[in-house]
């Protein structure tokens, strides 16, 4: 049974026990592919991501003139955009608890508003994981994201920034065509159109529809090209998080591109139907993928702050309810999603 530590006077900053919760299976989460970015405000200023190598080539000069080679400054676009804002409260009085048996427990046990609060507090923050995993996965498999507080308003990344992402199709039933080879001729122009950032690109994850893995794996080509290769990798994003993440997963040899079975229908929505989408990861600090997060506004405490969430008790002056609210603020912005790719079967 929870003792008082859901209790403590009027108001209680349960913020830090969100962090205890565990988060089993959220794929994107644990992959950890946006970079998270604090803002005090409810609003943010967006940026282009323009790394160009192209001015970065130094051409000969004649040794006596004023010629010299000159560095292409970055272009600056600033966008002002609105963090969304999700809030959440639950509350429960004494007959909610008063000779009520606590969930799992044989009677007479009761459950203590200690209880209560502890079950409602888990529930909040499943309820902020799964958004999150939503936004991601909308963010990266369709490039898109909501804006302002009634949804009314889809962001597409692709418009904002003017890219259009790759796409590729796969006849997993030919026995003459391997489709590593197409993969990877695919990851290779798009390092060519990647110019500057390909040398921040760490990896390729193929997130799969359950139909598209498959059909990869079981194609005659892949399988005769591999039969006697570890498809092991130690770079590969699912294993070295395998505490948290069960899914599917296989490393193509010889190359840095990993393919991951996404079935859990938060994320899988977005992907195309019985398709997948390809996606590079990028080193820390690119900001190819960022996730703004601010404070709330609902609690005079918080303005000024940015935390990722913020969850408090408290009861009222009669002591006849008890509220557990919880509130956070946050958009993912996809500054790279022409450097993905959509992947479909013929």
Known sequence: MA???????QYSDMSPLFELFPRNN???????????????SKRVVLQDLTNSNLSLLNEPMSRFSSAHNVTARPIDIQRLIELPYFPRRDSFTPADVMDKRAIGTDYPIEETEADLAQFYLTKHQTAFTRTNQKAFARCLFAGESYDTKEFDTVINWGSVFGQERFTQSFDFSSTTVNPVDALEDLVSEIELKADGLASSITRYVVFCTQAFYNGFR???AFRESFLYTDLFDPRNPVYQQQKFLSNSSFDIPGS???????????????????????IPFFTEGT??????????????????????????TFKNYE???????SENSFIPVNRVFGLS??????
Do not use: W
């Open 26 to 40: 959220y794929l994107l989460s644990n992959l950890n592919i946006f970079e998270g970015n604090p803002v005090a």
């Open 3 to 9: 003792n008082s530590i859901f209790v403590n006077g």
């Open 319 to 325: 002591n006849t309810e008890y509220s557990i609210v």
């Open 341 to 346: 790719a959509a992947l479909s079967q013929v």
């Open 287 to 312: 900001h190819a993928y960022d996730n703004f997060y601010g404070a709330g506004s609902g609690n005079f405490g918080y303005i000024g702050t940015a935390q990722e969430f913020y969850s408090y």
């Open 256 to 278: 840095n591109i990993t393919l991951v079975k996404v079935t859990d229908p938060l994320i899988a929505q977005f992907l195309p139907e019985s398709g997948a989408v390809l």
């Open 218 to 220: 079981r194609n005659p």
